[in-house]
Nanobody
Framework: QVQLVESGGGLVQAGGSLRLSCAVS????????MGWFRQAPGKEREFVAT????????DYADSVKGRFTISRDNAKNTVFLQMNSLKPEDTAVYYC???????????????????WGQGTQVTVSS
């Protein structure tokens, strides 16, 4: 079974930074993209960022481009989301996600992912 555990969330003032981590276990083979999503109260889960297996290809939601950076360290089975210049609108529970099958494509919709972490709360104060 694949397990994903997020960490690094917390309370930060607007303009500050946080680095989220996602530890992946239970997957011993295959190359696959990874993704970060977020969900605020009363809103649908939305795409934030995705990264290919190699880390050379990434894509971001327009709302976070230029501020967030997704990266991964496959040797440590970890995916990161560096969040800079945080805004109150970034407040949400952040989830990392892994697809059920290997593949080279970047994945940007929740339906393309099978495995999800428990989420980590990010709160940005004004």
């Amino acid at each position: 079974q694949v397990q994903l555990v997020e960490s690094g969330g917390g309370l930060v003032q607007a303009g500050g930074s946080l680095r989220l981590s996602c530890a992946v276990s239970g997957r011993t083979s295959g190359t696959y993209a990874m993704g970060w999503f977020r969900q605020a109260p009363g809103k649908e889960r939305e795409f934030v960022a995705t990264i290919s297996w190699s880390g050379r290809n990434t894509d971001y939601a327009d709302s976070v481009k230029g501020r967030f950076t997704i990266s991964r360290d496959n040797a440590k089975n970890t995916v990161f989301l560096q969040m800079n210049s945080l805004k109150p609108e970034d407040t949400a529970v952040y989830y990392c996600a892994a697809p059920g099958v290997a593949g080279p494509n970047l994945l940007k919709t929740p339906l393309e992912y099978n495995y999800w972490g428990q989420g980590t709360q990010v709160t940005v104060s004004s």
